[in-house]
């Protein structure tokens, strides 16, 4: 059964006329890196409500279709259910921190789970180690840099052990270096847990070279779908997205005429260039 699975699934907000999503149909495996884009407005955070359930139980409208997280279904699960399965990383780490220090923070969901406490002890520890936060564990979030805040983030949100965790923009406010870091830290974490990680990004430079899947949306509706290779073609340009700029240097080198396969990478692109330079 796959984890996420939308069919015939539609969505418009109490006071709009227009869908925000129109018949999407998806399913989404156990320990997919799904990388999910579009133009502003397209779709992508109406669908992340969906996952923890913050659509219906708090952002009211009319509902069609099927949803399904985790074999339940999202229109009737209540928000405490679907909060021990999904864990979500906001845009804003300062939108989701607020205890004392960045142990405490990272306790918090594990005791709202009304855990023991030698189980809260363990899932700390772990999630603050897994994240590369351990030593940040005594100072206040208010005290620590946007990527150290970020992490702290997920560190808190992997101590609930969610089963899927899903990252809105999650470099808006990083400086490409500490993007960079926080990105791979995430990729690390898919490999290792098994984690089913969906990642609404626009930095595509940064997440291509990390992702399985890549869905992209355009007005409501599942535009593109499949891997980085194959969506990252003209299909997508003409849509607005903002390719990784190695695709588009190869693109314009096939519309001159240059037979190429389309990379990803940069370190494709330059393996490429040595073997069409002899």
Not at 32 to 44: I, Q, R
Not at 256 to 267: A, F, S
Request: charged fraction near 25%; charge should be negative.
């Amino acid at each position: 059964m796959p984890q996420i699975e939308a069919e015939g699934f539609s969505f418009t907000y109490s006071g709009s006329s227009s869908p925000s999503i129109r018949g999407l149909s998806l399913e989404i495996e156990e320990g997919e890196f799904v990388l999910l884009t579009g133009p502003s407005g397209c779709g992508k955070t109406t669908f992340c409500r969906c996952l923890n359930g913050l659509i219906p139980n708090f952002y009211a409208g009319r509902w069609e279709g099927g949803f399904r997280v985790c074999g339940l279904d999202v229109s009737k699960a209540k928000t405490h259910e679907l909060a021990r399965l999904v864990g979500h990383v906001f845009q804003n780490p300062e939108n989701q921190l607020f205890s004392l220090s960045v142990e405490r923070e990272v306790a918090l969901g594990p005791e709202n789970l009304g855990l023991p406490r030698e189980e809260i002890r363990e899932r700390v520890e772990w999630a603050m180690e897994a994240a590369g936060i351990s030593g940040l564990r005594d100072l206040a979030p208010y005290e620590l840099s946007g990527g150290q805040q970020q992490r702290v983030a997920i560190a808190s949100v992997l101590a609930m052990r969610p089963e899927i965790l899903v990252l809105d923009e999650p470099t808006s406010f990083l400086d490409p270096k500490s993007a960079k870091a926080i990105l791979e830290t995430v990729a690390e974490l898919n490999e290792e847990l098994d984690m089913t990680v969906i990642l609404v990004e626009h930095r595509l430079d940064l997440a291509s070279r990390l992702v399985d899947r890549v869905l992209v949306m355009n007005g409501g509706e599942l535009a593109l779908d499949g891997s980085p290779r194959e969506v990252f073609g003209k299909a997508a340009h003409l849509l607005g997205i903002g390719l990784p700029k190695v695709t588009l240097l190869f693109e314009m080198l096939r519309e001159d005429g240059l037979e190429v396969e389309i990379p990803i990478r940069v370190e494709e692109a330059s393996a490429i260039l040595r073997r069409l330079l002899g």
